[in-house]
């Protein structure tokens, strides 16, 4: 599709997002990225109002899918007690994980999106694939490669804010 490195939109947490904020974008599935997303990379246990947003958004009428470019079996497990589906090793920015996605639930692109931390893999597979953007602020930038690149995302993310594309007034 396109090659863009700007967000369609920007959120200080995933749990920010609701049910109603999507359905008014004509959303339909969300795809989430796993690590520094959901849970901090060091563990894979979510903060209770993770907890409860998994909940709210499990039973509402929005699908819900983690797509993380992880090859660890701590996602799989997360998602398997949570009776979330997943797909792991998506290899984002490349397509094959998102359209794997689409596919699945049989969904077209203009009613999915994609809420994750990282630029070069979230925002630009989502965009390069069609699909809403959302970019969330890491949870937790425990290591000097994280920090690293939070800051080379950092002009994006002025540029993003910039055009006026933030979800805080929604």
Known sequence: MRFSLLPV????EVTDLS??????????????????????????HPTDEMESWLERMLSSNIQICVVSNSHND??????KKRDIDC????????PKGITACMTRYGIPREQCALAGDQIFTDV????????????????????FWLKARHVL????????RKRRITYEEY
């Open 9 to 12: 939109g920007i959120l200080n």
């Open 19 to 44: 049910e109603q904020m999507l359905k008014s974008w004509g959303v339909r599935l969300l795809m989430l990225d796993f690590d520094n997303t959901i849970v901090p990379y060091t563990t894979d």
């Open 74 to 79: 701590r996602v799989k497990a997360f998602c």
């Open 87 to 94: 797909i792991t090793h998506s290899r984002k920015p490349f």
């Open 124 to 143: 630009l597979g989502a965009n390069s694939c069609g699909v809403r953007s959302i970019l969330v602020t890491p949870i937790h930038n425990h290591n």
């Open 153 to 160: 995302e950092k002009p994006f993310i002025y540029a993003a």
